[in-house]
């Protein structure tokens, strides 16, 4: 399959050699004027679509046509065109082994190969095609490695490029599998919550298993786009902005899990309120789900925990990013699936009591910062307790393997462990005790 992937890098295949010096001056020329059609910003020399058809590579290829076409091609070879035996016939492909080739790209080069001829044009608006739709996989400037220093209008150009791909596939309804984007909602001067609630409801969530939405942030963007001073003057400024981004999650995951009810694999940032666990009921096939802190310090209800846990069934693996200010508190959890629950990146956030059957990996820390001044009550019970008495099936913390003995006796190994884990009185850290 290598060939085909080689056969779609036109810039090493289809530009022939003796043409090359007069194209890309050409090529260039054509770059400057595309530069602002979208799609894809800086076309490189081989999106040329007159070149690539015309004149096909000197350089022999392997052909990947069916017996009948290579006699058929030999035949012709022989009598009147005998260069065509060079030429890849990937348009004599039938449509299926053309789309199998195309599945093989990413959405960039899916981009890019769309512009190549009108053929492939309509072959990549094919909604089974879009299946793989990562919008973090958008550079900020195709550029940046030619010793080119990105300014504002590299991140213009990069909004321009994203959004028309997004209205792209949103005009042919793309039947995604997997779903990824990284951009901040709340950034009303950005636009991007428009761009993508668009495209959700214009896409075919049927089949959608796996998603990552990062809707707090643009990583892509710039620092000194913004020109960001943070001042103590403007802490209500930014407290105002974090609400109105949350505010703008909760309708956005209400109108995200309305459209994607089946999807068994998500990972997003996770505005704790009422309704966005409501929300999240509807994912009833969730089987693994990674929730990180939405912006620094946010204290969580027990019972928005309680409902989380209840109301998602056949939840198998649960990675919890939560960030408590000022203390350690304690909560309890319930689930009958759960088997892999990671906390070890929660920050006050400590178990007092589990009631999970199934468990059997646990990655618990006390201080995933480093920072040690978190205060811990002397109330705490001690994890062995909590362990043994809700998670019988367990075999292993921290990845320390755990013998078969470990509930009635607490080997050196987990004893070592729980010095740096468990924030009971006696396991406490010495310099917290
Ligand atoms: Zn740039
Ligand atoms: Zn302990």
Redesign the pocket.
Known sequence: MSVFLDFLRPRRRLQPNTLQSNNEEKAQRKNKAHKENGLHGTLPPVCVPSVTERRPPRTPTVCLASGTERKALKGRSKTKQPKEKSYFPFQRLPLDCKLKVFMFLNMIDKGRSAQVCTEWQDLLKMPSLWVDVDFTLFP??F??NTG?T?NRD?YEQYQIRVKASMKHLAAISPVMKRFCFAFDIGDFADGWLNSVEDLILHSNFRDLTCVYLNWKETPVKPFWIEQVQYKWEKYNDYVYRHRRRGRCFVNFFDLFTSQASNIKCLALPFYWNERSVRNMARLRNLEVLILEKDYVFQIINQSHLNELLLNLPKLRKLVLEVWIPERLWPYEMTSESLQHLDISQCRGFCLKKVNMPNLETFRVTLFPTGDSSILIPDTFPCLHDVLVQGAPELKSINGLKLPNDWKLEISPQMESLYRTVCPCIRHKPSQLA
Do not use: D, I
């Open positions: 900020l400037c550029n940046a080119h990105c590299c």
